[in-house]
Every structure is written in C-alpha cells, then in structure tokens.
C-alpha cells in the first residue's frame, strides 16, 4: 500500500502543465480562494488569476488554514 502523501500515488498534473491552465480561475475556484483566505486570516485576491496561479494559491492558503 502506498502513502496518500506521496507523489507517486498523487494523479494531479502540476498547474504548470495544465493546458488550460493560461485561462481566467473558475468560479467555484474564486469563491474557495475567498473562503480560504478568510480562515487563513489573509487577504483574498483582487484581480484575476489564471485557473493555475488560482490552484496554486488554493494550496497555499490551505496550508495556512490548516486543510493541507
């Protein structure tokens, strides 16, 4: 059995390669976003980010508020 943590058992393509990735975030990802940074006691994002930058940021912010 391998570890849920790792990066072999991980499917997820890195926000980099994804080929829509270059594309404005989706609604629900900017409503996470605001929904995280509240908990995490940050600023949410003002302008637009990309599907990749947003998905990023989502990690971010889920470390800080203890998701991760």
Known sequence: MTDAGSTASNPEKDPDDWTT????MTGPQK?????LAQQA????PTGELSK???SKLI???Q???GRG
């Open 63 to 65: 470390e800080k508020a």
């Open 52 to 54: 990749a930058d947003a």
């Open 21 to 24: 990735g270059d594309e404005p």
């Open 31 to 35: 409503s996470y976003l605001e929904t």
């Open 59 to 61: 990690d971010e912010l």
């Open 41 to 44: 006691g940050e600023q949410a």
